[in-house]
C-alpha cells in the first residue's frame, strides 16, 4: 500500500460508510493505544481517542503510522490479498464460498460433543491444538458473568474447562479479538482466534499486509459460518415482550431455519427468523462473507444431521491440523455430499451474503457471479 493510508482513510472508507464490521482489529493492532471500542447500544465500533487528535485525525498516522489499515479486512483490496496469502491463489468463479473441501465432522468426545454446538467439533478442535502445544491460547466468545445475562463478551481460554464452558452459540455480537491483549500480556505466543467471517480474514490481512506481532501470534484461525447477528435488544424486545421467555431462562440457542431456545424450565420455544431480521447488527448489513472465506478452517450447523458439523478445510494448516485429530481419533469425518442439501444451502447463503457488498465498495466480492442457485 504505498500511498501510506491511515486511520483518516480507514475513518472515511470504512468506519462510517458502512462497510465496518466491528471486528475490533484495528484496535488491537494499533501500537499507539490511540482506538478504543464501542460496544454499547448496538453500535460496535472503533473510535479514535480525543487525546490524540480527534474523532479523524490521528497524530501517528500523520507520521507515517499505517497499522489500523494493514489490519482491517474491509479496507481496499482486501479479498485478493488475503486469498493470495492463504491460497497461493484468487479464487475462481465457482468458488462462491471461497476455496476449501466440503466435509462434515463430529467430535468423537462424549461430552465435547454434548456440551458443543452441532457435532462440538470447534471445541475438539481447540482441544487438541492446546494439548499438543500448537497454540498457548484462543480467544473465543463467552457469556457475561454468570451467563443469565446472555450477553456474549471476548474470553481467552487456555484450559479444556475453558474451553467448554464456553462452548456453543451466542447470535449477538462478541469481538473476540478485543480479547487479544489479555492473551498476549499472559505470554502466549501462538493464538487461536475463533470467530465469523468478519473477524476471520482479520489474521490474514494483516500477515498478508506485514502488520508486526499481532499478524504473527495469531496463528490459527477457525470460522464460524454467518449469515447475521444480532442486536442485544433481541432479547428484550422479541424474545422476552412477543413470546414471554426472559433472557436469564434461557439454556440454549441455536437456529435451523428458525430461532431454537430451550429453557432452564425444559420447555423448547421456536421464534419465526423474519421477526428477528428488524434486530439484525448494523455491521452485517453489508458484510459479504457468510462461509468465514479467510479461515483455516470454516465450521457451521447448516446441514440435515444436527450433530454433524459442515466444515470447510482451507489451508495446509487446517489439512494438517483435521488429519491429525482424525488420527488421534478425536473426531469422525464423513463426505460432504452425504448432505446435498447442505452444500445447495453454503452456495445459496454464500452468494446471498456476497450480494451484500456495495457497487462503489473496493474491491467488489460481488464480481464473483450471484446466478441463482
Not at 482486501?78 to 493470495?84: A, F, G, L
Not at 452441532?118 to 491460547?137: F, N, Q, R, T
Not at 422476552?240 to 430451550?262: H, L, T
Request: hydrophobic share 40%; proline share 5%.
Amino acid at each position: 500500500m504505498p500511498d501510506k493510508p491511515q486511520w483518516r482513510e480507514l475513518f472515511s472508507e470504512v468506519v462510517t460508510s458502512g462497510l465496518c464490521t466491528g471486528c475490533a482489529a484495528c484496535v488491537i493492532a494499533c501500537p499507539h493505544d490511540v482506538l478504543d471500542y464501542d460496544d454499547q447500544h448496538g453500535r460496535y465500533r472503533p473510535w479514535h481517542l480525543d487525546i490524540d487528535g480527534g474523532r479523524e485525525d490521528c497524530t501517528h498516522g500523520v507520521k507515517g503510522c499505517t497499522s489500523c489499515t494493514r489490519a482491517c479486512p474491509r479496507f481496499r483490496s482486501w479479498e485478493p490479498e488475503i486469498d493470495v496469502h492463504r491460497v497461493g491463489r484468487e479464487r475462481t468463479e465457482d468458488e462462491v464460498y471461497g476455496v476449501g473441501d466440503v466435509l462434515l465432522a463430529r467430535a468423537r468426545d462424549p461430552e465435547v460433543a454434548g456440551v458443543g454446538q452441532d457435532g462440538g467439533v470447534v471445541s475438539a478442535i481447540l482441544l487438541y491444538a492446546l494439548e499438543h502445544k500448537l497454540i498457548d491460547a484462543a480467544l473465543v466468545s463467552a457469556l457475561e458473568g454468570d451467563g443469565l445475562t446472555w450477553r456474549a463478551t471476548p474470553a481467552v481460554v487456555r484450559t479444556r474447562a475453558e474451553v467448554l464452558a464456553t462452548a456453543g452459540s451466542r447470535y449477538t455480537y462478541s469481538a473476540n479479538l478485543l480479547a487479544y491483549r489479555a492473551a498476549a500480556d499472559s505470554g502466549a505466543e501462538r493464538i487461536a482466534l475463533v470467530g465469523m467471517g468478519c473477524m476471520a480474514s482479520a489474521p490474514g490481512v494483516m500477515q498478508a499486509r506485514k502488520a508486526g506481532k499481532v499478524a504473527r501470534r495469531l496463528s490459527l484461525t477457525i470460522g464460524l459460518l454467518c449469515s447475521k447477528t444480532f442486536d442485544d435488544a433481541i432479547f428484550e424486545d422479541l424474545f422476552e415482550r412477543r413470546y414471554a421467555i426472559a433472557r436469564s431462562s434461557i439454556a440454549k440457542m441455536n437456529i435451523k431455519g428458525v430461532f431454537q431456545i430451550w429453557t432452564t424450565d425444559g420447555a423448547y420455544h421456536e421464534v419465526p427468523l423474519k421477526e428477528a431480521h428488524e434486530f439484525t447488527r448494523e455491521g452485517c448489513t453489508q458484510c459479504p462473507d457468510f462461509a468465514a472465506e479467510h479461515a483455516d478452517i470454516s465450521a457451521g450447523g447448516i446441514g440435515a444431521f444436527g450433530d454433524w458439523t459442515l466444515l470447510i478445510v482451507r489451508t495446509d494448516l487446517g489439512r494438517t491440523l483435521v488429519q491429525a485429530l482424525l488420527e488421534a481419533e478425536r473426531i469422525e469425518t464423513r463426505p460432504g455430499d452425504d448432505d446435498p442439501g447442505a452444500v445447495a444451502l453454503l452456495h445459496k447463503l454464500a452468494r446471498v451474503s456476497r450480494r451484500r457488498w456495495p457497487d462503489g465498495a473496493d474491491p467488489k466480492p460481488g464480481r464473483i457471479p450471484v446466478r441463482s442457485s
